[in-house]
């Protein structure tokens, strides 16, 4: 059963600062793996989508990262602002199996961004 | 387009009451799922509609609980009787198609008393 833990649980940073938020996972047969931001009494917001065959995506101040055969994603933020202020999760859609519609998702680092 | 719709965003109720929480997919959507997220657990998906049919409620807790998509523009949750273990965020969220990205709608808030 794929396990997905994101490490830190919680991260507070002064403003401009740059930082990395991790996500590991214990299956390596993967899909693909997404972050996504959660605002506070919000739904989440899809941030970037990595597929297995790739190593990196960027957007803007974000990048993320994908080592698959060490089961490790990492996601950059550069220049963090109060704005960035909020839960990002991590995800993983497993290969194949008939079920791959199935996200696992790791809990959350909640980030916050001091002015 | 307006995104997923969910309603009510907030849902206050005493145990034994049933609880209707309410969905309505981005237009042209084929799939649609049901999550849970509580902080012990995180988000767990609770069931999997493709073409308004279910194909996975393995997540589904209990009996208490059941869900139903009679076309493809509406989904419902239902739990009944609620009971205050039950307390949680729900969202719904849809995909093009299954193995799409899946958009998430802004939850119900659900408190059982």
């Known amino acids: 059963k794929q396990e997905v833990t994101q490490i830190p649980a919680a991260l507070s940073v002064p403003e401009g600062e740059n930082l990395v938020l991790n996500c590991s996972f214990t299956?390596?047969?993967?899909?693909?793996l997404q972050w996504f931001r959660q605002d506070p009494g919000k739904g989440l917001t899809s941030l970037l989508l990595?597929?297995?065959?790739?190593r990196e995506q960027t957007s803007g101040r974000l990048n993320a990262s994908l080592d698959k055969s060490s089961g490790r994603s990492t996601l950059y933020i550069a220049a963090s602002q109060p704005g960035d202020s909020a839960t990002y999760l991590c995800?993983?859609?497993?290969?194949?199996?008939?079920?791959?519609?199935?996200?696992?998702f790791g809990k959350g680092t909640l980030l916050t961004v001091n002015p | 387009d307006a995104g997923v719709i969910q309603s009510p965003r907030h849902e206050v109720t005493e145990m034994g009451q049933e609880v209707t929480l309410r969905c309505k997919p981005i237009?042209?959507?084929?799939?649609l799922f049901w999550y849970r997220q509580t902080m012990m657990r995180g988000l767990e998906l609770l069931i999997y509609?493709?073409?308004?049919?279910?194909?996975?409620d393995s997540g589904m807790p209990e009996d208490r609980f059941s869900a139903k998509m009679p076309n493809a523009s509406f989904s419902t949750l239902k739990i009944q009787p609620s009971e205050p273990r039950d307390s949680a965020v729900y969202f719904c969220?849809?995909?093009?198609?299954?193995?799409?990205?899946?958009?998430f709608g802004p939850g119900t808030r659900l408190t059982v008393t």
């Open positions: 969220a849809s995909s093009l198609e299954e193995w799409g990205e899946q958009y």
């Open positions: 237009s042209g959507h084929n799939s």
């Open positions: 990595i597929q297995s065959s790739q």
């Open positions: 509609f493709n073409n308004n049919v279910p194909i996975d």
């Open positions: 995800a993983v859609r497993p290969l194949s199996g008939g079920s791959n519609y199935k996200l696992t």
């Open positions: 299956d390596s047969a993967i899909y693909n």
